[in-house]
């Protein structure tokens, strides 16, 4: 029988590390240059100014919701942002931000944070905003 990390269902730990070849994979495609959720709190993230080209893995409390209105704010602001966040297809802040998105890529199976021995207890979604390149007819 899988045991389940109980730390996954609360709010009192809100650093779980991003699976290292799910962030290489990413910043690869995206080239980041800010992370406003860094696993060593030096930055306040949710009153700093961003990069340009955003990684957000945020604490995944009831804080979340603030965090992805922040990242949406970046992005009208013409900042491309990438989230990875769990897919509460349900929640307020999923219908009011998640769903404006330039895309939403559902992860299949479940990710194993921090390098954990099992996996989360929840699937998990990139989420990317990303001002559109302009067509342009020659």
């Not at 995944?60 to 979340?64: D, H």
């Not at 990438?82 to 219908?95: I, M, N």
């Given at each position: 029988?899988?045991?389940?990390?109980r730390g996954l269902f609360t709010s009192r730990r809100?650093?779980?590390?991003?699976?290292?070849?799910?962030?290489q994979g990413l910043h690869a495609?995206?080239?980041?240059?800010?992370?406003?959720?860094?696993?060593?709190?030096?930055?306040?993230?949710?009153?700093?100014?961003w990069g340009q080209i955003n990684f957000v893995n945020p604490p995944?409390?009831?804080?979340?919701g603030k965090w992805i209105k922040k990242g949406f704010e970046e992005y009208l602001k013409g900042k491309t942002v990438?989230?990875?966040?769990?897919?509460?297809?349900?929640?307020?802040?999923?219908?009011?931000y998640i769903m404006q998105a330039t895309e939403?890529?559902?992860i299949?199976?479940?990710?194993?944070?921090?390098?954990q021995k099992n996996p989360a207890p929840f699937p998990s979604v990139i989420v990317v905003f990303?001002?559109?390149?302009?067509?342009?007819?020659?």
């Open positions: 029988m899988t045991r389940v990390n809100g650093d779980w590390k991003t699976p290292r070849a799910l962030y495609e995206f080239s980041f240059d800010y992370d406003p959720c860094p696993t060593r709190p030096n930055i306040n993230g949710l009153e700093s100014e995944y409390g009831r804080e979340i990438v989230f990875l966040l769990p897919s509460r297809t349900d929640t307020k802040w999923w219908h009011d939403i890529r559902f299949r199976g479940r990710l194993k944070f921090d390098d990303k001002t559109q390149e302009k067509w342009t007819t020659e």
